[in-house]
């Protein structure tokens, strides 16, 4: 059984910085690509960061220069390091893993999720 286990968030004030981890267990593939999504409150679900096991990395606009992916294989562990946070950069981020190469961005290219931790930036 497949889980991912989320942790890290919490609240900053604009321009601090926080790393959110994703511990994976049970995952079968070797050929694979997790990500990063996040959503706010009225908003659809972004995804803002992916890698694959290649080291491909994509990222969104609205994180490029300020937000890192980055994979430790031997601790089946994802990270997100976050620096130069805005208050738009509120939502709840979740991490999300699936079969096949090439860091997509988008939801359904993803077919385990965790639950989600809260990430609040004030001004």
């Known amino acids: 059984q497949v889980q991912l286990v989320e942790s890290g968030g919490g609240s900053v004030q604009a321009g601090g910085s926080l790393r959110l981890s994703c511990a994976a267990s049970?995952?079968?593939?070797?050929?694979?690509?997790m990500a990063w999504f996040r959503q706010a409150p009225g908003k659809e679900r972004e995804g803002i960061a992916a890698?694959?096991?290649?080291?491909?990395?994509g990222y969104a606009e609205s994180v490029k220069g300020r937000f890192t992916i980055a994979k430790d294989n031997a601790k089946n562990t994802l990270y997100l390091e976050m620096n130069n946070l805005k208050p738009e950069d509120t939502a709840m981020y979740y991490c999300?893993?699936?079969?096949?190469?090439?860091?997509?961005?988008?939801?359904?290219?993803?077919?385990?999720w965790g639950q989600g931790t809260q990430v609040t930036v004030s001004s």
């Open positions: 999300a893993a699936g079969y096949g190469l090439g860091a997509p961005l988008v939801a359904y290219r993803y077919s385990y």
């Open positions: 049970g995952y079968p593939y070797s050929r694979d690509s």
């Open positions: 890698t694959d096991t290649t080291g491909r990395t």
